[in-house]
T-cell receptor, first 115, second 114 residues
């Protein structure tokens, strides 16, 4: 099992462009979580998805950010019209089920730089 | 809203010395507490969680609901313990299952000197 995969590992975008971050969960995992880590801060929850459903998006900015986890293929975090403040490390995690004590397995992260 | 505080950004000890990484949380309900660790050039991974009451790599952590703390301790630190440590919590609903998302502290960088 290759673990949670994220690509690209590094992404550079100019202000106003779109950023698409991909996350492939571990085999057999149907729950995906996205976290953002701004410089000098801890990880902050963004969104929790199951296949084809958004379960909790309480941490997502109201504008420009969206996430999906289709029936087939990876989960995608999409940031439209990026701004410098979007520069951060974005981590994806997966778990086999939600609920009491199930470990979340983290990917290596995507480092987004907005110039 | 729930909050996790790690008051020490940096912690340095010498090999063989005891180490304690502090974690306090604020939440009035039933949280589940975790410690995650990130070694150099590796991904974030679970170290231990309070419900399992395990000792992993010599580390232990006891949930103190009165003090709302979940400090991580090891009696004799090793150089390979040098890493970034995150305390995190997830909320449990009335049925005892997690809402899923983790709330992280800011992290503590532990350096163990030879």
């Amino acid at each position: 099992n290759a673990g949670v995969m994220q690509n690209p590992r590094h992404l550079v975008r100019r202000r106003g462009q779109e950023a698409r971050l991909r996350c492939s969960p571990m085999k057999g995992h149907s729950h995906v979580y996205w976290y953002r880590q701004l410089p000098e801060e801890g990880l902050k929850f963004m969104v929790y998805l199951q296949k084809e459903n958004i379960i909790d998006e309480s941490g997502m900015p109201k504008e420009r950010f969206s996430a999906e986890f289709p029936k087939e293929g990876p989960s995608i975090l999409r940031i439209q019209q990026v701004v410098r403040g979007d520069s951060a490390a974005y981590f994806c995690a997966s778990s086999p089920v939600a609920g009491g004590g199930h470990e979340q397995y983290f990917g290596p992260g995507t480092r987004l730089t907005v110039t | 809203a729930q909050r996790v505080t790690q008051p020490e950004k940096l912690l340095s000890v010498f090999k063989g010395a005891p180490v304690e990484l502090k974690c306090n949380y604020s939440y009035s309900g039933s949280p589940e507490l975790f410690w995650y660790v990130q070694y150099s050039r590796q991904r974030l991974q679970l170290l231990l969680r309070h419900i399992s009451r395990e000792s992993i790599k010599g580390f232990t952590a006891d949930l103190n609901k009165g003090e709302t703390s979940f400090h991580l301790k090891k009696p004799f630190a090793q150089e390979e313990d040098s890493a970034m440590y995150y305390c995190a919590l997830t909320l449990l609903n009335a049925g005892g299952t997690s809402y899923g998302k983790l709330t992280f502290g800011q992290g503590t960088i532990l350096t163990v000197h030879p």
